[in-house]
């Protein structure tokens, strides 16, 4: 499996840097179009390719800081990943877009507690919208 990690450093108001964080189970397909999207909304990017959700979840224990965004496409085995480093991710803004809309799964995304929540079938032009309201914010 090959995971997207895209990382853009974005000035905040006068309090320092924050990053924009990505992470796709596929970058083909309906992964490019979210990053595209994304892309967009955000300007220029570094991406990072990673192969797994650990690679994603140890990257997060080492470069996360307060107020970064995370956005990440996931599945139950990517929640449970993410449930692992919950403490970390709590010092995020997260959004999820999640890949199978089942009542277990949705108990696990709410578990993190994400900003935003949506399955992989809503358009992406809400998740470009709800990240430029964090945007906003932030500025």
């Known amino acids: 499996m090959v995971c ?3 990382f853009s450093p974005i000035m905040k108001d006068q309090a320092g840097d924050y990053a924009i964080f990505i992470y796709v189970r596929k970058p083909e397909g309906v992964g490019e179009a979210l990053a595209n999207i994304i892309g ?4 220029q ?3 990072t390719i990673f ?11 080492t470069a996360l800081h307060n107020g970064d965004i995370v956005i990440v496409q ?20 997260l959004i999820l877009i999640l890949t199978e809309i089942n009542e277990e799964t949705i108990a696990m995304a ?3 507690r994400p900003r935003f929540l949506t399955g992989l079938d809503d358009e992406f032009l809400k998740v470009s919208a709800v990240l430029g ?7």
């Open 74 to 93: 996931a599945d139950q085995n990517t929640l449970a990943e993410l449930l692992a480093c919950q403490e970390i991710l709590e010092i995020s803004r």
């Open 133 to 139: 309201k964090m945007l906003e914010a932030a500025a």
């Open 45 to 47: 990017h570094q991406l």
């Open 51 to 61: 192969a797994s959700p650990a690679e994603l979840t140890a990257s997060l224990r």
């Open 110 to 112: 709410h578990r993190l």
């Open 40 to 43: 967009r909304a955000v300007g």
């Open 4 to 6: 997207l990690l895209l």
